[in-house]
């Protein structure tokens, strides 16, 4: 009987394909926008987490300056060489201090020049800011200490000056010297401000401060923090003995910053779910006004049908079974439209992910939530067209023109 | 395959009886006495017509007789078993397992096979799909239609669906055919057709026909013409060459009940 009755419904649709399509079209559309919202907001999540780990995990980033943020720390005090010596023996639970200066230079190889951040630091920096190599070693000890004209070339570099060449063993002219490329970095991507990392030259510090920027200051003092150890504590030791060896009495703000990565990863996914939580909202209520179509275009059906609900109930059908072929046809209708949807968001998800530049990962748990919604929406709405034509009298249901 | 809801018929008694019917529409002083003692009783395989002006009465009683409607007063006897005491659920199962119906406009469902058509009341009670098919194409042959089974009912003329509709009220192999102005929709040629193949039912198959129609050369056919007038029955007429005796002659597809 159930069968049947399945059966009956499954006809009925089949009867009437292009009045299916219109009415599970606004499921189709609701489900494929919850779906595909959620997905790229997911993505845009996974997309910033991505690029704070490749920043370097449990980063501290001191700079000097009060604001936080690109353009900061114009005219504050620069940092030299003994904070960074004092950091790496006063502050506890640190795996590396990289002592960094940065400089825009115009790099040549060959026939071709390319515009970039020289970076000048130390080999912790590598550790620091989770360099990988792709090819080639980092400096010696001796190289960095004696500031040796030896370089490691990012990504970008490379492949605007050297294309399809190896890059290891060459030599690199920066700003009048040349300079042995000694290593190739990994590939980092973009920075969370969409900077690019890959368009970078390291050097060995004292190489920079000597033949680039003429002084012995430091810009940024990046502090890799011991896995395990909340870096807000030690963040808070960094600030204080800054405080202290800056001499800033008590009352007066500091003139550096110290920026957390944990802390502006946690914060920028915080506003990715949010907003993910928010898109999937307003594409939820597109799902029900989805429902609230085939609630009326099945109202409209029933009205449409009143005559073959009509024959149907004098030639046998009990009520129930009438409300069953109904409420099935809503529920089908709407699960179809579900699949339908689920197919296009898989589609439209890869597709947009790509174009964003963000991963795709299929998400199994908001696909079958909103199958079973779409269902669900099937029931709600599909019960009031289902109990009217149900309860049709035979009589003036044949009667009906 | 279906067990009988309700006890088969007591030998000596008519298949359909209406004692002192009545129905009354609406309440008070605007209530109209549709039917006011309706007394009638139909043997099995006569081949009943009924007829009588609008308002008369006949359509109220054929929707009791079909028991689609229930009587305000009186009783009405299917098989020995009051119906008016019935549920509507039971009601409907007594359509379901005994009661075929035919309708003025066909009332085919459009874009369906007529094969799929006339499987239609099989699947309500539950017929296998093999059992289904079987039967809707003896049925759709035993009105003159083999080879139109996957016609639509837009691409059959009207005979061709007043003919899809009759099979599909004889395929359960019912006991009781209720024809509502059959040929009312159809030119005069195709009338005397359906007229032929429903007499043929009648004498050839044993199902008791009970026919509303407003034309007395259709009416011509029957066994019996009963008369309404203003609610009661006015004149209940035995016509020379058909009658009750028709239930004697048994048929390949009646004895199934």
Redo the contacts between chains.
């Keep these: 009987m159930l069968w049947s009755t399945i059966l009956l419904a499954f006809r009925e649709i089949r009867r009437n394909l292009m009045r299916s399509f219109l009415t599970i079209l606004g499921i189709v559309i609701g489900v494929s926008a919850v779906i595909t919202m959620v997905t790229l907001g997911n993505g845009a999540t996974q997309a910033v987490a991505n690029q704070i780990s490749s920043l370097g995990s449990n980063l501290l980033i001191l700079r000097p300056g009060q604001r936080v943020g690109p353009g900061g720390g114009g005219g504050a005090r620069r940092f030299d060489l003994r904070d960074v010596e004092a950091i790496r023996t006063q502050i506890g639970s640190i795996k590396a201090v990289a002592p960094t200066v940065t400089s825009a230079v115009t790099v040549i190889y060959g026939a071709k020049n390319w515009s970039t951040t020289v970076t000048g630091t130390t080999n912790d920096d590598f550790t620091a800011a989770n360099w990988h190599l792709a090819a080639g070693r980092i400096f010696t000890d001796a190289e960095v200490k004696s500031g040796k004209a030896a370089c490691v070339i990012g990504q970008t570099v490379r492949r605007e000056l050297y294309g399809s060449e190896a890059p290891v063993g060459t030599g690199l002219r920066v700003k009048g010297f040349s300079c042995e490329v000694v290593g190739l970095l990994a590939p980092k991507g973009q920075s969370a401000n969409g900077q690019d990392q890959d368009d970078t030259v390291i050097l060995p510090l004292r190489t920079v401060q000597r033949r680039i920027t003429g002084k012995q200051t430091v810009n940024t003092i990046l502090i890799s923090v011991n896995d395990g150890v909340a870096s807000s504590e030690v963040a808070d030791r960094v600030t204080a003995l800054m405080r202290e060896r800056r001499k800033i009495t008590n009352g007066k703000e500091d003139d550096f910053n110290v920026l957390d990565t944990k802390e502006i990863a946690d914060t920028l996914s915080g506003t990715t779910k949010t907003l993910t939580l928010l898109l999937g909202a307003v594409a939820a209520v597109s799902l029900l006004v989805g429902g609230i179509g085939i609630m009326n275009i099945m109202l409209v059906s029933v009205t449409e049908r009143t005559r073959e609900i009509g024959v149907r109930l004098a030639i046998g059908a009990l009520e129930g079974e009438v409300l069953l072929q109904f409420l099935i046809e809503a529920i089908a209708l709407a699960s179809g439209g579900g699949l339908v949807g689920i197919a296009l968001a898989t589609l439209a998800s890869i597709v947009l992910t790509k174009l964003m530049s963000v991963p795709y990962s299929f998400n199994l748990g908001i696909n079958v939530l909103s199958f079973f919604f779409s269902a669900a929406i099937g029931v709600l709405f599909g019960f009031v067209p289902a109990r009217r034509a149900a309860q049709l009298n035979p009589i003036t249901a044949l009667r009906h023109e | 395959m279906s067990a009988e809801p309700l006890p088969a018929a007591a030998g000596s008694r008519p298949l359909l009886e209406l004692v002192g019917l009545r129905k009354t529409y609406g309440e008070g002083p605007a209530a109209i006495q549709a039917l006011d003692g309706v007394d009638l009783s139909i043997e099995a395989g006569e081949f009943v017509a009924v007829m009588g002006p609008s308002g008369s009465g006949k359509s109220t009683a054929m929707?009791i007789l079909?028991c689609?409607?229930t009587p305000s007063g009186g009783a009405y006897i299917f098989r020995g078993v009051h119906v008016e005491k019935l549920s509507?659920?039971q009601r409907?199962?007594l359509?379901?397992?005994f009661?075929?119906?035919v309708?003025q406009?066909f009332?085919l469902?459009?874009?369906?096979s007529a094969l799929?058509n006339v499987e239609?009341?099989l699947?309500?009670?539950?017929v296998s799909a093999s059992d289904r098919r079987a039967a809707a194409r003896h049925a759709l042959e035993s009105v003159g239609l083999k080879g139109w089974e996957t016609h639509t009912p837009a691409e059959l003329s009207g005979g061709q669906q007043q003919r899809v509709a009759i099979a599909?009220?004889i395929v359960t192999k019912p006991a009781v055919l209720l024809a509502d102005e059959p040929t009312g929709n159809l030119d005069s040629k195709r009338s005397r057709e359906i007229m032929d193949l429903i007499t043929a039912l009648n004498r050839d198959l044993g199902i008791t026909i009970l026919m509303v129609t407003h034309e007395a050369d259709m009416a011509a056919y029957a066994g019996r013409i009963v008369h309404f007038h203003d609610g009661r029955v006015e004149s209940d007429v035995k016509n020379g060459h058909n009658g009750p005796d028709g239930q004697g002659r048994t048929a390949h597809l009646g004895e199934a009940n």
């Design positions: 929707n079909g689609l409607d509507g659920k409907t199962l359509r379901r397992y009661l075929g119906f309708f406009g009332n469902l459009a874009r369906t799929e239609l009341p699947l309500y009670r539950g599909r009220a």
